[in-house]
Structure formats: C-alpha cells, structure tokens
C-alpha cells in the first residue's frame, strides 16, 4: 500500500521530531474515525501521528517519511509510504564470490 498523506502546518521542526506518541494520555477515539479519506484535517502533527500510527496498525503495515519539508524550521509538508512500497534493484555481480544471499522485502504494494 503507498499511503501518501500530505500535512501542512506551522509546527516547529524541533518538537516535531522530539514529539514521540505516546497512546497512555490520550483518549480513545472510535474506529469509525480511521476512515481514509480526502481533505481530513488535522489540528497538530502530534493528532495527525497518532491517527496515522493508529490506521496503519489497524491495516496491518508500518509506513515511514518518505519526504519532508522545512521552512525556516517550521515542518511544511511530510509524504509517509508504505515501507515495503516500491521495487528491489538488484545489483547482481558476475563475481560469483562477491554474491550473497540477500533478503528484500519491497513489494510493490499498491
């Protein structure tokens, strides 16, 4: 799966990465509310972590920050993926010494 959701706020950078979600203190928000759809809104990256962490655990993969925008240190704009999205570029070598056996675990997924 390629999630692609685009954010833009005036949050500072620094408390953007320092930020870790932390479930305990916040409350339980309904299933219904992991609906992805366009134009969801966002009242702090800190929400909009949490509901992304939320909505992936609930479909079953793990995403990451594929691309992400500053502006002076103020966070503009992050692109999350899927971590298996694209496709392995096999580097093969000749040298049959030089070979090993390697694990990937790029899909494709859609």
């Known amino acids: ?11 500072d950078l620094k408390s ?12 339980d928000e309904p299933s ?3 609906e992805l759809t366009s134009g969801l809104i966002f ?3 800190k929400d909009f972590k949490s509901w992304l962490h939320r909505f992936a655990s609930k479909k079953g993969f ?4 594929r ?11 992050v692109t999350y993926e899927c971590v298996k999205s694209g ?6 070598t000749s ?7 390697a694990h990937f675990q790029r899909t494709l997924c859609p």
Do not use: C
Not at 1 to 11: A, E, P, T
Not at 95 to 101: G, I, S, V, Y
């Open 67 to 77: 691309i992400s925008e500053t502006i002076q240190g103020v966070m503009r704009r």
């Open 43 to 45: 009242t702090d990256w």
């Open 87 to 92: 496709s392995h570029n096999s580097q093969i």
């Open 32 to 34: 219904d509310s992991l």
């Open 1 to 11: 799966m390629d999630l692609k959701l685009f954010v833009d706020n005036d949050m």
């Open 62 to 65: 793990s995403y990451k920050i």
């Open 95 to 101: 040298n049959l010494t030089k070979q090993r056996n």
């Open 16 to 27: 953007f990465i320092d930020d870790e979600t932390d479930e305990s203190d916040r409350p």
